[in-house]
């Protein structure tokens, strides 16, 4: 049967984890290492130090969480949304919808992100270093939440009768 609660499922977010863990170890390992070779050039290879530090750390330390994902097992997280925002990838290529549950971030899909509004509370089904979701549950609120068109009739007074 289908659960029209369950807004996002990934059957494939162990091999996602896989997938990163193979990118990011060798990029990260290739970039400290260069970076590890440009500081002893210092103060001559100051540009190369700063961009190798920006690319460089941050993909050691995915690295590190992906590799720790590889032999972890998921976990849940219940909570409600407390942010979602869209932003862009790294050097602004793409587009990707984020969600703030109880501290922790998630990737959601666009489509999930257009069902969910600040302050449904949520389950979330996740490995737990990455924070790659694996499952994404609304959990049934006792009151209904109002449609676009009750919300519209309440954003708007009616119209003015009177000249």
Request: cysteine-free; overall charge positive; glycine content about 4%.
């Amino acid at each position: 049967m289908l659960d029209h609660n369950v807004l996002e499922q990934r059957t494939d977010s162990r091999a996602s984890v896989v997938k990163r863990a193979m990118m990011l170890t060798p990029t990260a390992f290739a970039l400290v290492a260069i970076l590890i070779y440009a500081i002893q050039f210092l103060p001559n290879s100051f540009i190369a130090v700063f961009v190798l530090t920006l690319g460089g750390i941050p993909a050691a330390i995915e690295a590190v969480a992906a590799i720790r994902d590889l032999s972890a097992t998921p976990t849940t997280t219940r909570g409600r949304v407390r942010r979602l925002w869209k932003k862009s990838r790294y050097l602004f290529v793409g587009r990707v919808d984020y969600m703030l549950v109880e501290k922790k971030l998630f990737e959601v899909n666009a489509i999930t992100a257009t069902e969910l509004h600040e302050g449904d509370e949520v389950i979330v089904e996740h490995w737990p270093n990455t924070n790659v979701l694996i499952s994404l549950t609304r959990v049934p609120s006792e009151t209904p939440r109002p449609t676009e068109t009750t919300r519209r009739a309440l954003d708007f007074p009616p119209p003015s009768t009177q000249l």
